[in-house]
């Protein structure tokens, strides 16, 4: 892993009216087979993956995830973008402020069998 941590952040808008200010603090290569994790200020923790042929951009989202205090939602834009978001446990009503501020909505929450079950092809008999 090579760290390229900015000393100041680059600041930049982001939102729907782009009034949130986002900063970059950096970036970090990972070689094949590294892993970083990502820790919350409640401890909740986020891994990321790095292999040969790309990235585990999330651990599993019904189990690891989860267990960490996290709960994965495909979301999707007014502008038919999806996105793949992490809630922390507890945080859902600001979640659900963000989204309706964004104009956003969830098409489904991916931290159950259930919701995942829902994404999974039907059988074609």
């Not at 729907?16 to 994790?37: F, N, P, S």
């Not at 992490?86 to 159950?112: A, I, K, P, T």
């Amino acid at each position: 892993m090579k760290p390229a941590l900015r000393d100041t952040p680059r600041i930049f808008a982001v939102g729907r009216q782009g009034h949130i200010a986002m900063k970059d603090c950096g970036q970090l290569l990972l070689e094949a087979d590294e892993q970083v994790t990502l820790v919350t200020e409640m401890g909740g923790q986020y891994d990321v993956a790095r292999k040969s042929w790309g990235f585990y951009a999330t651990p599993s989202l019904n189990g690891r995830l989860r267990d960490q205090g996290l709960r994965a939602a495909l979301v999707r834009n007014r502008q038919g973008r999806y996105y793949l978001l992490l809630v922390e446990e507890g945080h859902e009503e600001e979640f659900h402020r963000y989204l309706s501020e964004e104009e956003q909505e969830v098409v489904c929450w991916m931290d159950n069998d259930e919701g995942l079950a829902a994404l999974a092809p039907r059988d074609r008999d």
